[in-house]
């Protein structure tokens, strides 16, 4: 089944803790991206990257680390959290080539910092 | 600035009804605009993908329209149901490869 997959799908943790949400695709798509939703602001994108090797900031990357070293994964490093990162995020992925770039989402992770 | 903006933010209505979702997207010069389902607790997922050549898509009872002029797009669904309420989400892609998403319109369709 085609998918993106994320893990975990809940985390609690405490301020300073480093932690690591994965993202892995298996339809080879490009481009990969992550997302944070929060009431009343919507889904931001926070990084997001064209292919292996290739990232960009997003509209909300600080404190937030990511890296593209496979095409298939695209995990989203917290170095020190702070309460503000609580949030449901999400790891999405497309081809680039145009007409093709329909985003497929992954379930979600929903983190706590305490 | 990019900005996408759906209103309203929420929406009930009786079962049957045909209704109209609204996105409204700053500059014109988009590469594309996305319609997505959310539902609670779980995570997007695509209904229909416009690009900016396009005027409309359909998809069964969907049917998704674009506007770069006056820098609308709309989301008919007819005979609505209730398995159709969920939150919808619309996403403008602009030069940059950034996604824009608005913050959704919550629909409640009344058996």
């Known amino acids: 089944e085609a998918q993106v997959t994320q893990n975990p799908r809940y985390l609690i943790t405490v301020t300073g803790k480093k932690l690591t949400v994965t993202c892995s695709q298996n339809?080879?798509?490009?481009?990969m991206s992550w997302y944070r939703q929060d009431p009343g602001l919507g889904l931001r994108q926070i990084y997001y990257s064209m292919n292996v090797e290739v990232t960009d900031k997003g509209d909300v990357p600080e404190g937030y680390k990511v890296s593209r070293k496979e095409k298939r994964n695209f995990p989203l490093i917290l170095e020190s959290p702070s309460p503000n990162q609580t949030s449901l995020y999400f790891c999405?992925?497309?081809?680039?080539?145009?007409?093709?770039?329909?985003?497929?989402f992954g379930a979600g992770s929903r983190l706590t910092v305490l | 600035k990019q900005e996408v903006t759906q209103i309203p933010a929420a929406l009930s209505v009786p079962e049957g009804e045909n209704l109209v979702l609204n996105c409204s997207f700053t500059?014109?010069?988009?590469?594309?605009l996305q319609w997505f389902r959310q539902d609670p607790g779980k995570g997007l997922t695509s209904l229909l993908l416009?690009?900016?050549?396009?005027r409309e898509q359909t998809s069964g009872r969907l049917n998704a329209s674009l506007d770069k002029s006056s820098g609308r797009s709309t989301l008919y669904i007819a005979a609505s149901q209730p398995g159709d309420s969920a939150t919808y989400l619309c996403a403008v892609m602009w030069a940059g490869n950034q996604f824009y998403f608005g913050t959704g319109t919550s629909l409640t369709v009344i058996p």
């Open positions: 500059d014109s010069a988009i590469y594309n």
């Open positions: 339809m080879n798509h490009e481009y």
């Open positions: 999405a992925s497309s081809f680039l080539s145009s007409g093709a770039n329909v985003l497929t």
């Open positions: 416009i690009q900016s050549s396009q």
